[in-house]
Structures are given as structure tokens and as C-alpha cells.
């Protein structure tokens, strides 16, 4: 499937040279699995090792490259003192100093009488020019080795720059010599230079500006990964919409009963989804549509109404949602909503009893089951539809393009709808769902109580106490959040727990505590007692789940705020929206605190508009952070950035458009290379889905 071409690139990394099976590991870690990982690890600095001068004349602290010669060894008296060794380039005397190294090294490397090239930072220092552990010692011969730029990567502790050099430097004899995908002609209008040279010169850069987002290396590199993530998803896309689906058209009879009995009127927003969808619905295609609502802007309800007209066709459909409490949440709402209809709603979770579970299996297989709700468990083995036509999935970003992708292969005719509640902007909205159609609800409904953001140096925390303690007393509840910057990270899991046992230090029995390691069976206990009352202050983990509603609670103390991405903050502090009260959220940071994280927080303190929050997040960190990519199955960019390369997505965009309608199978000369490319960045499911269609 792949082209051979690219079996060099893709081998293990243990296959090059110069890596021992000790650091194969480290360098796993750091880069990835395969040689290609090596390849897009891109320098972030340069380290200019061309100066050289007599050191008669040399300039204080700069790194100096030359060749010296030994005349001197002095080793430390104490263990405390460094090794010294004496040397000479003819003009000058320089002492290298060594801490905690081997006699026998040094003496191997710097032999008293001979010559070496050195080069390392030199400093001048009671009279004399001294450098601190050389960064390179060779052979005098090799001085032309040394005197380079120096790219500097990151690393991680045991890998060293050089170690990395040696790698990078075999992966790039393993590029082979691709043809062009780029359409030179037409859509390229950047500065021309080809795939081949731009990673070969961006692993060997001239200064630091050839490592910028902007010079034409990143640029053609940024390019070329987005075309083939543009790519791939229209291919998506294209076979999805190609694909025969059922065309639901309702009666709206039940529609018509639910909507007469909600004890709301629907937002505009709300309508025109629902007519998006409902558009949809009636066509003979597949529908794959995101909705896009803020926390409260009432995707549920949508989701119901939309589900109801596929129901009044005689068909079933199913809610997905990310977690038990959810679910739950989802099932208790629309079982409410349904009240006036004879609909049978049920609700599938790990927790039911094998025979409350056959149960539901049973009827679902007969067709008695019109609206299923649970987790991802709904789409496992055993659950037998007699007809499914529609999945609502909720909070979507928790899933992932790939299960997305297993899930549309499953109920092949079923029509698909995403929710999520995370604002996206634009350009993440294009790499991560340009497969799909979206609605978005950016108007929540009316009479909703602004909510009020402060933000503040933790060191306010006793007054911050004090405060709570009113408003707790007034019957007030709160969440306490605590940031788990690593699922695994158990210094952060221990901070929670101690900032759990301080407050109940203040607040006795009434502090509850919820954290990524608890079972499900034991979350949904502490969030029962908190919705209840029984605690009324509930410290957490970022675990406490995105579409939980407790009216009551109306305050939420964020702890290391500048820990977490906006539009994180944003959702957070949107389960406090939904209150009887006007909410606080007040953000607590932690020194030291950059500028940056000071004005991001700031953004938070002037506007609840979570569209705008999410552009000014990706402006000021890079798309990565905002959403979480490890966890979020967001499309994670190793060249592009998408703080700086948005134009260049939407030039890919369009170019992608252009080249579908030419040649949709991608069959012409550049289509043949442009499927390389698809392989190069990985997207081989896009090629597989489009290969079989
Ligand atoms: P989301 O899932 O988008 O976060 P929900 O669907 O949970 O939001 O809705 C939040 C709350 O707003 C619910 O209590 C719901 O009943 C209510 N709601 C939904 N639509 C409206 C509306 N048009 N007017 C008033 N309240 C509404
Ligand atoms: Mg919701």
C-alpha cells in the first residue's frame, strides 16, 4: 500500500546508525518510532560555531572554535574543585575546566603536548580566557567540522545535540527524490523550493530567520503537510457524500408534540441548525454535520428534535456521549422532554445488571427502543439495532477523526451528527473536521446571567477562603478546580489532594473531591452528593465533566489557571452559567507568570464570547494546546503552525478543491505524487477509505 519509496523513511528508528539500543528508547520518546519522526524533528535554534580568532583578541562570551595545544593538567585537590587542563593556541593561555569527570577521560582526550580543535563559550576571567566543558573536542584535522551554524533541537535528558546530529544527518540519506505534488504553475505562488531541499536546509540552517515560521523551509514544509491533511480529509468528504443514504422525511407529528411542550421558545440559532440538519436528513446522502453551541447554548435540545424526525420515519437512534454522568444527564433531560409521548428511551451503561442489559438488547433488536443513550459502549459488539438511521455523538472532540471514521463504517447508511461544546476557530475547524458540514449555535438563549471573571495572585487565597465560606453558608455551592497537567502526573494529583485536605480543614465534611483516577462508579457518588447538597464544595481534577448542571453551584475557583488553554478555561467556566445566580469564576495564577499567560487571562476577564476566546487562544499559544491535542484526536501538526500558517490552510484548502475537480482520483502524473505525499504525513486510512470507494 505504501510506495516503496518510502520504506527507508518509515523503518524503526533502530535501523539507523549511531543510536545503541539504550537511547533507542529516549529518542522513541522523544521523536516517535520511525525514521520519518527523525526527520520532521526540526531544529529551534542555531548555534553559530564559525567564530575564530587568535585568542590574543577574542570577545568575552562568545562560543570560540580553534585548535590549541595541551600543556598542563591540574587535577582538583578536592572534589569540590574542577579538573583544569592548560592549553595554548600560540597568542594566548585558555583553561578548560572540568567538574565531577574521570581523570582517565580527560587525560584520553586532551593529551599533554598535542593538538586538538576545541570550541565552547569562552570567558575571561582573572586575567586569563577560560571555557567550562568544551562542547566539542576533535582532532586538529576535524576543525572544519566544528566550524559550522550548529542546529540545536530539543531534547530530552541522556540525548544530546550531537547524538541527535548524527541521527538527523542518516535520516536525511534516506530521503529519496520524490516528484513534485506542489502545482508549481497555479496555486504555488510561494517562493519555489522543492520538499528535497527545504528539510536538508532546515537541517543545516544559515541563521536562526531560516527556522522561522516564515522563511520559504517552514513555509514549503508547513505547506506540504496541510495540503496532504486538506487532502485527505475532501477524499473523505468526497466518498461520504458520494455515498448512498436514507432520506428521512418526518410527518412532524412527534416534532410538532415536543416542541409545543417545551417550557422554553427555540433561539434562532437553535432553528436554523435544526433546519441544517433537517436539510440534510432529507437527502438520499449520508449526512456527517458538526454542531458547534457553547456550554448552555442548547445543543441538546436540538439533538432531540432532530432525532425525533428520524423517529417519526420508524427508525431508531442512538446519543453517544463521552462519559457515564453524562449520558445519565442526556437520558434524565430527554426522558423529561418526551414526557407527552409514548417514546421508549433507554439507557445503556457498564453499570447495568447482565439482565437488565439483555433486556435492553432484546428490545433493541425488536425494534421497541426509538432514542438509545450511553457511552461508546453503544457501539459494541453485542448491541444489535433492528434499524439505526442516526448517532448523535456529544462533545465529539474526545473521540477522534479515527474513531469517527470506525464509527461511520459501522451503521454505513446511518447519519451522523457531532456535537461539541468546545469553540473551534476556523482554520482547527478546517484541519480536524474538513470532512464534515457544520451549524453552529453562537447565541445563547435568553435571560442567561453574565457571569463575572476576577483574576488573581494565589497568594489572595485566604481572602478567597474567607469569601467562600459566606457564600457557601448562604447555600451557595462550588467547584474547586485543580489542574492535572498529565493524566499520569501524580505530583498534580497529590496537589489536588492536598488543597482537598486544607479546605476541609475550613469547610469540614462538605468538600468532596473528584479526580481522573477514581472508577466512574465512585465519580458519579461525589457528583450525586454535590448536585444534592450534600457537599457544597467540590474539589476536582479538570475531570468534572464538561456538561454537567448543577444550578446551585455558582462559583468556580481555578487553581494555576495559566496552566490550562482559554477555551478550556472558557468551558470550565461555563457550568457556573447555568445557574440561579450570577456566577464567579475566579482565576488564581501562580508566579512566575509571563506576559503572555498575564494578557490570555485578562482575554478571559473581558468577554463570555467563546468563538473569540478560541481565535485569541490560537493566536496567542498555537493550535496544539488549545485543544489538547494528545488527548483531543485534533490533527497534531509537526511542521505547520497554526498560529502562523492559517493563510497557508486555506491556500491548501482551495488547492485541494481544484485538484479533486480535475483529477478525483488522483490518477494524473500530480495525482500520483500527491498520493506520496498522503503517505508521507501518515494519512493512510484517507487513502485506504478513498481506495475502497
Ligand atoms: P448544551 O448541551 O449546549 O451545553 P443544553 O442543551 O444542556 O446546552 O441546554 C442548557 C439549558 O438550557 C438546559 O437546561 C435547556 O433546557 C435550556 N435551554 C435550551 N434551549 C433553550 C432555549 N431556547 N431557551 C431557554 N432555555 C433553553
Ligand atoms: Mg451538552
Known amino acids: 500500500m505504501r510506495p516503496s519509496i518510502l520504506y527507508p523513511l518509515f523503518s524503526p528508528i533502530d535501523s539507523l546508525k549511531g543510536i545503541g539500543a539504550k537511547y533507542q528508547k529516549l529518542i522513541k520518546n522523544l521523536c516517535g518510532p520511525k525514521v520519518i519522526d527523525i526527520l520532521f524533528h526540526l531544529p529551534y535554534n542555531v548555534v553559530d560555531r564559525t567564530y575564530t580568532s587568535p585568542l590574543s583578541n577574542a570577545i568575552n562570551n562568545k562560543i570560540w572554535t580553534g585548535v590549541v595545544t595541551i600543556t598542563e593538567h591540574i587535577p582538583p585537590q578536592t572534589k569540590k574543585h574542577p579538573y583544569r587542563v592548560y592549553c595554548t593556541d600560540g597568542t594566548k593561555e585558555l583553561v578548560l575546566i572540568f567538574f565531577k569527570v574521570y581523570k582517565d577521560s580527560i587525560e584520553k582526550n586532551y593529551p599533554i603536548g598535542e593538538k586538538r580543535a576545541i570550541s565552547g563559550k569562552i570567558e575571561y576571567f582573572n586575567g586569563m580566557w577560560q571555557m567550562t566543558h568544551p562542547d566539542f573536542v576533535l582532532p586538529e584535522s576535524r576543525l572544519k567540522d566544528i566550524l559550522c551554524l550548529e542546529p540545536v533541537y530539543p531534547l530530552t535528558s541522556g540525548i544530546t545535540n550531537k547524538m541527535m546530529t548524527k541521527l538527523i544527518k542518516d535520516s536525511l540519506n534516506r530521503v529519496p527524490s520524490f516528484s513534485e505534488w506542489q502545482d508549481v504553475g497555479s496555486q504555488y505562488d510561494l517562493e519555489y523550493i522543492s520538499f528535497n531541499d527545504a528539510i536538508k536546509r532546515i537541517h543545516s540552517p544559515k541563521n536562526i530567520e531560516d527556522l522561522l515560521p516564515n522563511s520559504i523551509l517552514r513555509k514549503r514544509l508547513a505547506y506540504d503537510e496541510l495540503l496532504s491533511n486538506q487532502l485527505a480529509l475532501a477524499l473523505i468528504r468526497q466518498r461520504v457524500k458520494a455515498k448512498k443514504g436514507r432520506s428521512f422525511v418526518g410527518d412532524n407529528s412527534l416534532y410538532q408534540k ?282 476536582a481534577t479538570t475531570v468534572i465533566e464538561v456538561g454537567v448542571n448543577v444550578p446551585e453551584a455558582t462559583i468556580m475557583i481555578i487553581e494555576h489557571a495559566e496552566r490550562f488553554g482559554l477555551a478550556q478555561l472558557h468551558q470550565l467556566r461555563g457550568r457556573i452559567k447555568r445557574g440561579f445566580d450570577e456566577g464567579v469564576c475566579m482565576l488564581l495564577y501562580s508566579y512566575p507568570i509571563s506576559n503572555i499567560s498575564k494578557e490570555r487571562l485578562n482575554i478571559m476577564k473581558q468577554t463570555e464570547d467563546g468563538f473569540f476566546i478560541a481565535e485569541k487562544d490560537l493566536e496567542l499559544r498555537g493550535g496544539g494546546e488549545i485543544l489538547g491535542t494528545r488527548q483531543s484526536g485534533f490533527a497534531n501538526f509537526k511542521l505547520a503552525d497554526m498560529s502562523y500558517h492559517q493563510n497557508l490552510l486555506l491556500k491548501a484548502r482551495d488547492d485541494v478543491i481544484n485538484i479533486l475537480k480535475t483529477d478525483p482520483k488522483l490518477e494524473s502524473k500530480r495525482g500520483t505524487a500527491l498520493k506520496t505525499l498522503l503517505y508521507l504525513f501518515e494519512q493512510d486510512e484517507a487513502v485506504k477509505t478513498y481506495l475502497a470507494g
Open 258 to 539: 415536543v416542541v409545543s411542550s417545551l417550557p422554553f421558545s427555540l433561539t434562532n440559532a437553535q432553528i436554523s441548525a435544526l433546519d441544517e440538519i433537517s436539510q440534510d436528513q432529507k437527502t438520499p446522502y449520508k449526512m456527517l454535520r458538526l454542531l458547534q453551541g457553547d456550554v448552555g447554548s442548547g445543543k441538546t435540545v436540538v439533538a432531540l428534535l432532530s432525532m425525533l424526525k428520524v423517529i417519526e420515519n420508524g427508525v431508531q437512534t442512538a446519543l453517544m456521549a463521552p462519559t457515564e454522568i453524562l449520558a445519565k444527564q442526556h437520558y434524565e433531560t430527554i426522558l423529561d422532554l418526551c414526557k407527552n409521548t409514548d417514546l421508549k428511551v433507554e439507557l445503556l451503561t457498564g453499570k447495568l445488571r447482565p439482565k437488565q442489559k439483555r433486556e435492553i438488547y432484546e428490545a433493541l433488536k425488536n425494534g421497541k427502543i426509538n432514542i438509545l443513550i450511553g457511552t461508546h459502549a453503544l457501539f459494541t459488539e453485542q448491541v444489535e439495532f433492528k434499524d439505526l438511521g442516526y448517532v448523535v455523538i456529544d462533545e465529539q472532540h474526545r473521540f477522534g477523526v479515527n474513531q469517527r471514521l470506525a464509527l461511520s463504517k459501522k451503521g454505513s447508511l446511518c447519519d451522523v451528527l457531532v456535537m461539541t461544546a468546545t469553540p473551534i476557530p476556523r482554520s482547527l475547524l478546517l484541519t480536524a473536521y474538513g470532512d464534515m458540514d457544520y451549524s453552529k449555535i453562537a447565541e445563547l438563549p435568553k435571560g442567561r446571567k453574565p457571569s463575572k471573571t476576577v483574576v488573581m495572585n494565589v497568594n489572595k487565597l485566604p481572602s478567597v477562603i474567607d469569601a467562600l465560606k459566606r457564600k457557601l453558608e448562604e447555600g451557595t455551592r462550588a467547584y474547586w478546580v485543580c489542574p492535572l497537567v498529565e493524566e499520569s502526573d501524580k505530583s498534580d494529583l497529590a496537589a489536588a489532594t492536598e488543597r482537598f485536605e486544607m479546605l476541609k480543614n475550613h469547610f469540614g465534611d462538605k468538600v468532596g473531591l473528584i479526580h481522573g483516577k477514581m472508577k466512574e462508579s465512585e465519580k458519579d457518588v461525589v457528583m450525586e452528593e454535590f448536585k444534592q447538597g450534600k457537599k457544597t464544595l467540590l474539589v
